[in-house]
Nanobody, 121 residues
Framework: QVQLVESGGGLVHIGDSLRLSCVASGPSFSSYAMGWFRQAPGLEREFVGT????????YYTDSVKGRFTISRDNAKNTVYLQMSSLKPEDTGIYYC??????????????WGQGTQVNVSS
């Protein structure tokens, strides 16, 4: 069982940067790919990006490519989502998840509770 806790959300302005963290507890964190998803009010949860267990490979949805970067520190059981050039459409609850290196939510077995990001104009 892996437990995930996100932090780092908040209210920012257009063009600002923000770094989210996700700390894992439980065994075998380093054996899982880690994904980030987000959910805006009234919309479905959507894939943001994912990173392999080793951190060697990452994959992002088109809308965040070049602006968001996922990294991980397996020694600290932590995965990060560095967000820059934030836009109002980036607003939502951001979730980290542990599972397979994939872009669909069903491939992830463990989820955090989410952290809210609000991008204001």
């Amino acid at each position: 069982q892996v437990q995930l806790v996100e932090s780092g959300g908040g209210l920012v302005h257009i063009g600002d940067s923000l770094r989210l963290s996700c700390v894992a507890s439980g065994p075998s964190f380093s054996s899982y790919a880690m994904g980030w998803f987000r959910q805006a009010p009234g919309l479905e949860r959507e894939f943001v990006g994912t990173i392999t267990w080793s951190g060697t490979n990452t994959y992002y949805t088109d809308s965040v490519k070049g602006r968001f970067t996922i990294s991980r520190d397996n020694a600290k059981n932590t995965v990060y989502l560095q967000m820059s050039s934030l836009k109002p459409e980036d607003t939502g609850i951001y979730y980290c998840a542990a599972g397979a290196y994939a872009s669909t939510a069903v491939e992830y077995s463990y989820w955090g509770q989410g952290t809210q990001v609000n991008v204001s104009s």
